[in-house]
C-alpha cells in the first residue's frame, strides 16, 4: 500500500510506501507504519519546482 500527502498547491511532499501487504479487506486507516517502510519526502520552491527530495531507509 502507498499512501500519498499533497501540499496546498497540489505538490505531492510525501509518499509512504507500507512495506507489509495490507488485506483488501482491511482498511486504509488500519495500517501500522514498520521499519521497513520507504518514505519519501519532497519540498518546493515558491513556482513550485521541487528543489529538494529524500528517501528512507536509503535504498
Do not use: E, F, H, Q
Amino acid at each position: 500500500m502507498t499512501r500519498r500527502s499533497y501540499d496546498p498547491g497540489g505538490n505531492l511532499v510525501r509518499t509512504t510506501a507500507y512495506a507489509d501487504k495490507v488485506g483488501s479487506s482491511s482498511s486504509a486507516s488500519s495500517v501500522v507504519a514498520g521499519d521497513d517502510d520507504r518514505i519519501t519526502t519532497r519540498a518546493y520552491d515558491a513556482a513550485d519546482r521541487r528543489c529538494w527530495w529524500s528517501i528512507l531507509p536509503a535504498p
